[in-house]
């Protein structure tokens, strides 16, 4: 939860310098308001809650996300969560007006430096021109169901993505099929926007340009632990690389 806060601080207010971005009382929003809807976010950040305080952060939450014009997601982090409070989330979110969107995973694990990778149908390039943002945007938004247009608009033009994400597209046969981009944040490198090309997946391509942000962005700073929030289909992936779930999580959306 907390690498969450911290690195989508950074990617909203590069992508909106007004951004929303405010740390309530268990609650922080980081919302750009753009067509991405995964910048558009809000977690619920109080330890062991119990039902009804669930029930209050959830209501204020879903109010949060009502005043947007653009959709996001609510990202909830089970194990913050009591045990009743578990127990009654469906519930909850229900009459909070939320629906749920997808699970995914928190994972974790001190497993670097990875050796640089590679793969015999692959080369790799490091982010740093726009073209190759595109092609990196390109990617979520066919991997993860958005418009072209609303997965440009979350990257394009971003410096933040040329000059201090170590991000990687996978080529094969100089055609973008896949992408990894690892973040410093506090410590650790937070692995974000991992996407493989539908017609290429279940190949190992996602993994390779995954081990091959990783290698690069601990080659460059030293770091030694690696996060990351996995979706349900990305999540057999990253074990095999070195990460170990920690808590599932739930994302939902407005329309419950």
């Known amino acids: 939860m907390e690498q969450l806060a911290t690195v989508w601080r950074a990617m909203v207010l590069d992508r909106t310098p007004g951004a929303d971005v405010r740390d309530l009382p268990g609650i922080a929003v980081r919302w750009a308001d753009s067509r991405f809807a995964f910048w558009n976010c809000v977690t619920l950040t109080e330890v062991k809650a119990d039902a009804a305080l669930l029930a209050r952060r959830l209501a204020q939450a ?13 990202w909830l982090f089970e194990d913050l969560l009591d045990d009743g409070a578990r127990a009654a989330l469906d519930d909850a979110a229900g009459r909070a007006g939320l629906r749920l969107a997808f699970p995914g ?5 001190d497993l670097l430096p990875v050796p640089d990778p590679g793969h015999p149908d692959l080369t790799f390039v490091r982010v740093s021109t726009d073209d190759h943002l595109t092609a990196y945007a390109d990617l979520n938004s066919r ?43 506090d410590g650790r490198l937070f692995v974000a926007l991992v996407a493989t090309d539908p017609q290429w997946q279940r190949r190992g391509y996602g993994e390779a340009v995954t081990r091959k942000a990783l290698h690069e962005g601990a080659r460059a700073t030293g770091l030694t632990r690696a996060t990351l929030h996995a979706t349900e289909a990305g999540a057999p992936v990253y074990p ?9 999580i739930r994302f939902y959306a407005l329309g419950g």
Do not use: Q
């Not at 095999?240 to 599932?248: A, L």
């Open 62 to 74: 879903a109010d949060v996300m009502r005043s947007k014009r653009h959709p996001g997601f609510l």
């Open 105 to 109: 995973t928190g994972m974790a694990g």
């Open 240 to 248: 095999r690389i070195g990460f170990r779930p920690n808590s599932p």
């Open 143 to 185: 991997a993860y169901g958005f418009p072209l247009d609303e997965g440009r608009d979350g990257l394009a033009g971003s410096a933040l993505w040329k000059n201090d994400v170590y991000a990687y597209l996978a080529l094969r046969e100089g055609v973008p099929v896949a992408c990894a981009g690892a973040v410093p944040a």
